[in-house]
């Protein structure tokens, strides 16, 4: 789907799209009146859903990767489901949104630099994952001000990173 393909599309409420070798190009449904949504793409580009009043999101299997700001000031997101074969999740994806937990599939390993936030709240993220070599946790992770919840065999460990924050476009 083509940059800028719907972009202020204010009519638009509810969209659906199953495809997954689709790319959903930079900032297609920006400021769009997007609602609901339910996505399977390859590739969320950067900016590709940024400025709705969509509350809840499902993100569906074949996804890999959701780049940099992809729902960013998306502040009426209150729900996001993410899928098994997302790979990679960039630079606050989900900044200035209305989420305040989500749940990472424990098959991810990249996470970029405030994957979500909140004002200067920055949320609580779930990740199940162990290191098969050594059976820790693990997760690469390039965020600040986040609680990391990791659980691995059934014991729960709780990581504290202490990051900054900048504006987004500076």
């Known amino acids: 789907i083509g940059t800028y393909a719907f972009a202020e599309c ?7 799209i199953n495809c997954p070798k689709l790319v959903v190009k930079r900032m297609a ?3 769009s009146g997007l609602e609901h949504l339910s996505v399977t793409a390859k ?13 809840d999101v499902v993100i569906g ?9 992809a729902f960013y000031n998306c502040n009426s997101l209150e729900s996001v489901t993410l899928p098994k074969s997302l ?23 990249i996470i970029g630099k405030l994957p979500m936030a909140k004002g200067t709240y920055m949320g609580i993220i779930e990740h199940k994952a162990t290191d098969p070599l050594t059976d820790e946790p693990e997760l690469i992770i390039g965020a600040d001000n986040v609680k990391i919840k990791v659980i691995a065999d059934n014991e729960t460990k709780t990581l504290l990173i ?9």
Do not use: H, Q, W
């Open 10 to 16: 204010t009519s638009l409420k509810n969209v659906e």
């Open 43 to 55: 590739k969320l580009d950067e900016e590709a859903f940024a400025n709705n009043s969509v509350e």
């Open 87 to 109: 790979e990679y999740i960039s630079n606050a994806a989900f900044g200035e949104t209305g989420l305040d937990y989500i749940e990472i599939p424990e098959e991810i390993r």
């Open 162 to 170: 202490s990051l900054f924050m900048r504006p987004p476009f500076y």
């Open 29 to 31: 449904f920006c400021d």
């Open 61 to 69: 299997e074949g996804t890999e990767n959701i780049e940099a700001y």
